[in-house]
């Protein structure tokens, strides 16, 4: 019994410190791990202060368009940037920016070598003085279709015909020196308006040179452009009129856009771009009463408010005492055994830890990458569900319902979360649990990112309706908030395995796998030692109706029933339920038969950790016998010593080297082990007999001390031993005589008749 608690503050205060630090279970590294993330965590929350809202402080009476009911002056100077003037700056600056083109040179000199060739192969046909029809024939067959006949005349009758090379070498020269362009049908519309820039690179430097739109010669201009330069610079000749019909097959685009070098000048353009700075001046009147409240009103508000909270001492120590009390709390709530009934392992304070530095700096960085403007909560982008699921599954569903809200809390504590943010994260994470509670394949995460992202659709209707958000952006934050549901159970899908084994963590899917009688295992087990492959069977079922009827985790007790006696297969003609007519202990001492008896739970807890078995399993491997006695060995060890005048056995070589069962699942699986046993040996077993004999069982088990700390209630026995009484009495169906409604006393007195006609089970079987 417990002594009742002191009733002075000072031992009360004193129990509660320990209780929130735990000094005497203090483990230096997870404690120095916790410290670390509570400072990594504290200063980027501070680090992120002079982003906090609005709604805080002074401004949450003010909103846009509200009338002002009082005057509101700037105490201090302050300054700021107006983001949208700069914007307005930057994107104006960035509108001046000419797109880029590159004129290509080979492409001249390509062309001018494909002039040269045409006028060198007509004035072979004039110096063999070709009729003008044969000239016409030879020059349709080299180049087909390029010359109509009139041009060929033209030509052909020239006087001058002998300089025509000359002629269109000089022009080609001036045409694509200039550069014919080839502009994309989109994409400039985004550029200056009035001219391009034109780049040469000569191989040796590079020139520039700005090119109106006016002056750009593309294929739709370069007829004009080829007539006039003619007419310009041959007075009218006959060349004149018929150089673009004799110059324009000749020539191709030869001046590109450069999209890398327009976004270079781009990004220059933009890192040119000062800040628009707006200064405000102390004793300025920022809101003023009778008058609507601008948005121009709130950002200067909102800077004086900021830039005080930022350089206020007592509000970084204010804020600082609470983040601590926060981080306390969670501390006191998942270090403690308020919500669990066993310690934290390391792993799963490291787990906790990064977990938590990771959604607190994710949300202090997303939230630098959210415009204040827009109506999509910070939240929204991070998936908190996750975050949930994963203790969740690993750890504990009430330690996933602390960090539902304890994460959300601290990011709005800190400032990334505003309220809407908070809301958001918080159904989303308590959805998450809740989607959780009878998963049992790892296809039923999907489902739960289902179900997570129709709430958080609902959940972002409501926002949207609450902020009167305009229609325009329903479809797109919608689609957001379920995607956030939908990522988060597509990704717990994946990290999961690897953190399932990181951990040793006991999920309900890998618990689903390790049930599997065809592992490798069990199918061993089944060959070595198939007797105790069946009282396996037996025990899990036994077990898994108890555990369902008290509360606990059926699927834990069924697995690890079925993996509980697996150190039998070393030596498993030494059990009696693999014996068929010869004992081997008959030929061994008692002593020795202890030893090898006892030696497969040791065994047993060998092979569960090679087989990389969660630890819950093998506790129960490691505890299914507890400490109790093997006494049918030690009665036995003690008539012989007594007779050969050897003085007292030592009892403790003749128990179990285990720790009595420390959960209710593994108390379960050994009252079921002794029961399965033990029942056996009833010679027509009905059930109020078994009934009998299977509260002698569970009382002796209380009686030593086996059950002292598995935290079963006499609630929770009685409710075992009638699961036990239902399964067995179905097993044994075909055995039991059921009485025709006997009296009571009767009843007990045939069930202790025939309980004392009962052999003794042999000692040392189990």
Request: proline share 5%; hydrophobic share 45%; charged share 20%.
């Given at each position: 019994?417990?002594?009742?608690?002191?009733?002075?503050?000072?031992?009360?205060?004193?129990?509660?410190?320990?209780?929130?630090?735990?000094?005497?279970?203090?483990?230096?590294?997870?404690?120095?791990?916790?410290?670390?993330?509570?400072?990594?965590?504290?200063?980027?929350?501070?680090?992120?202060?002079?982003?906090?809202?609005?709604?805080?402080?002074?401004?949450?009476?003010?909103?846009?368009?509200?009338?002002?009911?009082?005057?509101?002056?700037?105490?201090?100077?302050a300054s700021y940037v107006d983001?949208?003037?700069?914007?307005?700056?930057?994107?104006?600056?960035?509108?001046?920016?000419?797109?880029?083109?590159?004129?290509?040179?080979?492409?001249?000199?390509?062309?001018?070598?494909?002039?040269?060739?045409?006028?060198?192969?007509?004035?072979?046909?004039?110096?063999?003085?070709?009729?003008?029809?044969?000239?016409?024939?030879?020059?349709?067959?080299?180049?087909?279709?390029?010359?109509?006949?009139?041009?060929?005349?033209?030509?052909?009758?020239?006087?001058?015909?002998?300089?025509?090379?000359?002629?269109?070498?000089?022009?080609?020269?001036?045409?694509?020196?200039?550069?014919?362009?080839?502009?994309?049908?989109?994409?400039?519309?985004?550029?200056?308006?009035?001219?391009?820039?034109?780049?040469?690179?000569?191989?040796?430097?590079?020139?520039?040179?700005?090119?109106?739109?006016?002056?750009?010669?593309?294929?739709?201009?370069?007829?004009?452009?080829?007539?006039?330069?003619?007419?310009?610079?041959?007075?009218?000749?006959?060349?004149?009129?018929?150089?673009?019909?004799?110059?324009?097959?000749?020539?191709?685009?030869?001046?590109?856009?450069?999209?890398?070098?327009?976004?270079?000048?781009?990004?220059?353009?933009?890192?040119?771009?000062?800040?628009?700075?707006?200064?405000?001046?102390?004793?300025?009147?920022?809101?003023?009463?009778?008058?609507?409240?601008?948005?121009?009103?709130?950002?200067?508000l909102r800077v004086l408010n900021?830039?005080?909270?930022?350089?206020?001492?007592?509000?970084?120590?204010?804020?600082?005492?609470?983040?601590?009390?926060?981080?306390?709390?969670?501390?006191?709530?998942?270090?403690?055994?308020?919500?669990?009934?066993?310690?934290?392992?390391?792993?799963?304070?490291?787990?906790?830890?990064?977990?938590?530095?990771?959604?607190?700096?994710?949300?202090?960085?997303?939230?630098?990458?959210?415009?204040?403007?827009?109506?999509?909560?910070?939240?929204?982008?991070?998936?908190?569900?996750?975050?949930?699921?994963?203790?969740?599954?690993?750890?504990?569903?009430?330690?996933?319902?602390?960090?539902?809200?304890?994460?959300?809390?601290?990011?709005?504590?800190?400032?990334?979360?505003?309220?809407?943010?908070?809301?958001?994260?918080?159904?989303?994470?308590?959805?998450?649990?809740?989607?959780?509670?009878?998963?049992?394949?790892?296809?039923?995460?999907?489902?739960?990112?289902?179900?997570?992202?129709?709430?958080?659709?609902?959940?972002?209707?409501?926002?949207?309706?609450?902020?009167?958000?305009?229609?325009?952006?329903?479809?797109?934050?919608?689609?957001?908030?379920?995607?956030?549901?939908?990522?988060?159970?597509?990704?717990?899908?994946?990290?999961?395995?690897?953190?399932?084994?990181?951990?040793?963590?006991?999920?309900?899917?890998?618990?689903?796998?390790?049930?599997?009688?065809?592992?490798?295992?069990?199918?061993?087990?089944?060959?070595?030692?198939?007797?105790?492959?069946?009282?396996?069977?037996?025990?899990?079922?036994?077990?898994?109706?108890?555990?369902?009827?008290?509360?606990?985790?059926?699927?834990?007790?069924?697995?690890?029933?079925?993996?509980?006696?697996?150190?039998?297969?070393?030596?498993?003609?030494?059990?009696?339920?693999?014996?068929?007519?010869?004992?081997?202990?008959?030929?061994?001492?008692?002593?020795?038969?202890?030893?090898?008896?006892?030696?497969?739970?040791?065994?047993?807890?060998?092979?569960?950790?090679?087989?990389?078995?969660?630890?819950?399993?093998?506790?129960?491997?490691?505890?299914?016998?507890?400490?109790?006695?093997?006494?049918?060995?030690?009665?036995?060890?003690?008539?012989?010593?007594?007779?050969?005048?050897?003085?007292?056995?030592?009892?403790?070589?003749?128990?179990?080297?285990?720790?009595?069962?420390r959960s209710r699942e593994s108390?379960?699986?050994?009252?079921?082990?002794?029961?399965?046993?033990?029942?056996?040996?009833?010679?027509?077993?009905?059930?109020?007999?078994?009934?009998?004999?299977?509260?002698?069982?569970?009382?002796?088990?209380?009686?030593?001390?086996?059950?002292?700390?598995?935290?079963?209630?006499?609630?929770?026995?009685?409710?075992?031993?009638?699961?036990?009484?239902?399964?067995?009495?179905?097993?044994?169906?075909?055995?039991?005589?059921?009485?025709?409604?006997?009296?009571?006393?009767?009843?007990?007195?045939?069930?202790?008749?025939?309980?004392?006609?009962?052999?003794?089970?042999?000692?040392?079987?189990?």
């Amino acid at each position: 019994m417990k002594k009742p608690p002191e009733k002075q503050a000072g031992p009360r205060f004193s129990l509660f410190i320990q209780r929130i630090f735990n000094f005497s279970t203090l483990k230096p590294l997870p404690a120095l791990v916790t410290l670390v993330v509570f400072l990594v965590g504290f200063l980027f929350m501070m680090g992120n202060l002079e982003q906090r809202g609005a709604d805080r402080g002074d401004l949450h009476d003010l909103e846009v368009g509200r009338v002002a009911d009082l005057d509101i002056q700037a105490d201090a100077d302050a300054s700021y940037v107006d983001e949208d003037a700069t914007r307005r700056r930057m994107e104006a600056r960035e509108r001046l920016v000419p797109a880029v083109f590159r004129i290509v040179p080979q492409a001249e000199q390509d062309i001018l070598a494909s002039w040269d060739r045409f006028t060198a192969f007509t004035a072979e046909l004039f110096l063999a003085e070709s009729s003008q029809e044969t000239f016409k024939l030879k020059i349709t067959a080299e180049y087909p279709a390029l010359f109509s006949g009139q041009i060929l005349d033209a030509y052909y009758t020239d006087s001058v015909r002998d300089r025509y090379g000359e002629y269109g070498q000089m022009i080609l020269r001036r045409i694509m020196g200039a550069g014919v362009f080839a502009l994309p049908k989109f994409g400039l519309e985004s550029y200056n308006p009035d001219a391009v820039e034109l780049v040469y690179d000569s191989g040796i430097r590079s020139e520039w040179d700005r090119v109106p739109y006016g002056g750009i010669i593309t294929m739709d201009s370069v007829e004009d452009a080829i007539r006039n330069d003619a007419e310009a610079s041959m007075n009218h000749s006959a060349f004149s009129r018929i150089a673009p019909e004799l110059l324009i097959p000749f020539i191709k685009e030869n001046v590109f856009f450069s999209e890398e070098d327009t976004r270079q000048r781009v990004q220059e353009a933009r890192q040119g771009v000062e800040p628009v700075i707006v200064h405000i001046e102390k004793g300025k009147k920022i809101i003023r009463k009778g008058f609507v409240i601008t948005d121009e009103n709130m950002r200067e508000l909102r800077v004086l408010n900021v830039s005080g909270r930022a350089g206020d001492p007592r509000n970084i120590f204010g804020l600082a005492l609470l983040y601590l009390l926060l981080y306390g709390i969670l501390v006191f709530l998942c270090g403690g055994k308020m919500l669990l009934e066993k310690d934290l392992s390391d792993p799963e304070i490291y787990l906790l830890c990064a977990l938590t530095a990771l959604y607190l700096v994710a949300a202090v960085s997303l939230r630098s990458l959210v415009p204040e403007t827009e109506s999509l909560p910070v939240s929204v982008i991070l998936p908190s569900a996750l975050f949930v699921m994963i203790p969740a599954l690993l750890i504990s569903f009430r330690i996933a319902l602390v960090f539902a809200i304890f994460l959300p809390l601290a990011a709005f504590i800190g400032g990334p979360f505003d309220s809407h943010s908070f809301i958001f994260a918080v159904i989303s994470g308590i959805v998450a649990i809740y989607s959780l509670r009878e998963a049992e394949k790892r296809m039923d995460l999907v489902k739960a990112g289902l179900l997570i992202a129709c709430t958080n659709a609902l959940v972002m209707s409501a926002i949207l309706l609450n902020r009167h958000a305009g229609i325009g952006v329903y479809p797109s934050l919608l689609f957001w908030a379920a995607f956030n549901g939908l990522a988060s159970g597509m990704l717990v899908v994946g990290v999961l395995p690897p953190l399932e084994h990181a951990l040793n963590a006991v999920t309900v899917f890998r618990l689903i796998e390790l049930s599997d009688l065809n592992s490798p295992t069990l199918k061993a087990l089944f060959t070595a030692a198939p007797g105790t492959y069946s009282h396996s069977i037996m025990v899990a079922n036994l077990a898994e109706a108890a555990c369902h009827d008290i509360g606990a985790s059926p699927l834990l007790s069924r697995v690890g029933a079925y993996y509980h006696d697996i150190g039998k297969m070393d030596n498993p003609s030494y059990f009696v339920e693999n014996q068929t007519d010869y004992n081997r202990h008959d030929d061994l001492a008692p002593r020795l038969s202890a030893t090898v008896i006892r030696s497969h739970v040791k065994m047993g807890v060998e092979r569960a950790q090679a087989l990389g078995l969660p630890q819950a399993v093998i506790d129960v491997i490691a505890e299914h016998h507890g400490n109790s006695l093997i006494t049918w060995f030690y009665s036995k060890a003690q008539q012989q010593e007594n007779a050969e005048g050897k003085g007292e056995v030592d009892i403790a070589d003749f128990s179990y080297p285990g720790n009595p069962p420390r959960s209710r699942e593994s108390a379960v699986v050994m009252l079921a082990d002794v029961t399965e046993a033990a029942v056996r040996t009833l010679q027509k077993p009905t059930a109020p007999k078994m009934e009998k004999f299977i509260q002698e069982l569970i009382d002796a088990k209380v009686e030593h001390g086996q059950l002292a700390e598995s935290e079963l209630t006499f609630r929770d026995l009685e409710a075992i031993k009638k699961a036990f009484v239902r399964v067995l009495a179905g097993y044994y169906h075909s055995r039991i005589e059921y009485p025709k409604a006997p009296a009571p006393d009767a009843g007990v007195e045939r069930a202790e008749k025939a309980e004392k006609t009962e052999p003794a089970p042999p000692g040392g079987q189990r």
